[in-house]
Nanobody, 117 residues
Framework: QVQLVESGGGLVQPGGSLRLSCAPH??????????MSWYRQAPGQQRALVAH???????NYADSVQGRVTITRKNAKNTMDLGRNSLKPEDTAVYCC?????????WGQGTQGTVSS
Protein backbone atom coordinates (compact mmCIF):
# COMPACT_ATOMS: atom_id res chain seq x y z
CA GLN A 1 0.00 0.00 0.00
CA VAL A 2 1.48 3.35 -1.07
CA GLN A 3 1.24 6.09 1.55
CA LEU A 4 0.12 9.38 0.01
CA VAL A 5 0.11 12.78 1.71
CA GLU A 6 -1.86 15.83 0.59
CA SER A 7 -0.80 19.35 1.49
CA GLY A 8 -1.64 22.95 0.65
CA GLY A 9 -5.11 23.14 2.08
CA GLY A 10 -6.28 26.10 4.07
CA LEU A 11 -8.55 29.14 4.10
CA VAL A 12 -8.93 31.45 1.12
CA GLN A 13 -11.37 34.22 0.24
CA PRO A 14 -13.82 33.84 -2.65
CA GLY A 15 -12.09 34.59 -5.93
CA GLY A 16 -8.72 33.64 -4.51
CA SER A 17 -6.32 30.87 -5.47
CA LEU A 18 -4.99 27.78 -3.73
CA ARG A 19 -2.68 24.99 -4.79
CA LEU A 20 -2.87 21.45 -3.45
CA SER A 21 -0.13 18.85 -3.67
CA CYS A 22 -0.09 15.08 -3.41
CA ALA A 23 3.14 13.20 -2.75
CA PRO A 24 4.26 9.82 -1.44
CA HIS A 25 5.41 9.56 2.14
CA UNK A 26 9.11 10.25 2.57
CA UNK A 27 9.71 6.67 3.67
CA UNK A 28 8.33 5.21 0.45
CA UNK A 29 10.67 4.03 -2.28
CA UNK A 30 10.28 4.91 -5.93
CA UNK A 31 7.32 3.46 -7.76
CA UNK A 32 5.69 3.66 -11.17
CA UNK A 33 2.57 5.81 -11.23
CA UNK A 34 -0.24 5.59 -13.70
CA UNK A 35 -3.31 7.79 -13.62
CA MET A 36 -3.75 10.40 -10.90
CA SER A 37 -6.93 12.07 -9.71
CA TRP A 38 -8.23 14.65 -7.26
CA TYR A 39 -11.52 14.07 -5.51
CA ARG A 40 -13.41 16.23 -3.04
CA GLN A 41 -16.09 15.61 -0.46
CA ALA A 42 -18.10 18.40 1.14
CA PRO A 43 -19.95 17.87 4.43
CA GLY A 44 -23.07 15.80 3.85
CA GLN A 45 -22.17 15.09 0.23
CA GLN A 46 -20.69 12.17 -1.65
CA ARG A 47 -17.12 12.14 -2.88
CA ALA A 48 -16.87 13.56 -6.39
CA LEU A 49 -14.17 13.73 -9.03
CA VAL A 50 -12.54 17.13 -9.52
CA ALA A 51 -9.75 16.45 -11.99
CA HIS A 52 -7.94 13.54 -13.57
CA UNK A 53 -4.67 13.16 -15.44
CA UNK A 54 -3.53 10.05 -17.26
CA UNK A 55 -0.03 8.60 -17.38
CA UNK A 56 0.43 10.31 -20.75
CA UNK A 57 -0.72 13.72 -19.52
CA UNK A 58 -4.28 13.84 -20.80
CA UNK A 59 -6.47 15.85 -18.42
CA ASN A 60 -10.14 15.86 -17.59
CA TYR A 61 -12.08 18.21 -15.31
CA ALA A 62 -15.47 18.26 -13.70
CA ASP A 63 -17.85 20.76 -15.28
CA SER A 64 -18.11 22.68 -12.01
CA VAL A 65 -14.38 23.51 -12.02
CA GLN A 66 -13.66 23.68 -15.75
CA GLY A 67 -11.55 26.75 -16.47
CA ARG A 68 -10.70 27.30 -12.80
CA VAL A 69 -8.54 24.24 -12.10
CA THR A 70 -5.30 22.90 -13.51
CA ILE A 71 -3.95 19.44 -12.69
CA THR A 72 -0.26 18.73 -13.26
CA ARG A 73 2.16 15.93 -12.48
CA LYS A 74 5.91 15.50 -12.06
CA ASN A 75 6.70 11.89 -12.79
CA ALA A 76 10.31 12.14 -11.59
CA LYS A 77 9.03 12.78 -8.06
CA ASN A 78 5.67 11.01 -8.41
CA THR A 79 3.89 14.17 -7.31
CA MET A 80 0.66 15.77 -8.44
CA ASP A 81 -0.60 19.31 -7.99
CA LEU A 82 -4.04 20.84 -8.27
CA GLY A 83 -3.96 24.56 -9.01
CA ARG A 84 -7.22 26.33 -8.27
CA ASN A 85 -8.32 29.89 -8.92
CA SER A 86 -11.53 31.91 -8.87
CA LEU A 87 -12.53 29.84 -5.87
CA LYS A 88 -16.13 29.76 -4.73
CA PRO A 89 -17.68 28.89 -1.36
CA GLU A 90 -19.04 25.69 -2.87
CA ASP A 91 -15.45 24.58 -3.46
CA THR A 92 -15.13 24.09 0.30
CA ALA A 93 -14.43 20.40 0.89
CA VAL A 94 -11.90 17.79 1.90
CA TYR A 95 -9.69 17.13 -1.09
CA CYS A 96 -8.14 13.68 -1.57
CA CYS A 97 -5.68 12.42 -4.13
CA UNK A 98 -6.03 9.02 -5.76
CA UNK A 99 -3.08 7.40 -7.49
CA UNK A 100 -2.92 4.24 -9.57
CA UNK A 101 0.22 2.18 -8.98
CA UNK A 102 0.29 -0.89 -11.18
CA UNK A 103 -3.07 -2.55 -10.68
CA UNK A 104 -3.58 -0.87 -7.30
CA UNK A 105 -5.29 2.40 -6.46
CA UNK A 106 -4.33 4.28 -3.30
CA TRP A 107 -5.96 7.20 -1.49
CA GLY A 108 -4.37 10.02 0.44
CA GLN A 109 -5.74 11.04 3.83
CA GLY A 110 -7.22 14.30 2.56
CA THR A 111 -6.67 18.01 3.15
CA GLN A 112 -9.27 20.65 4.00
CA GLY A 113 -9.83 23.54 1.63
CA THR A 114 -12.16 26.29 2.84
CA VAL A 115 -13.42 29.24 0.78
CA SER A 116 -14.95 31.94 2.96
CA SER A 117 -14.91 35.71 3.47
Amino acid sequence: QVQLVESGGGLVQPGGSLRLSCAPHESESSFSVGAMSWYRQAPGQQRALVAHITATGTTNYADSVQGRVTITRKNAKNTMDLGRNSLKPEDTAVYCCYVVVGVQGDWGQGTQGTVSS
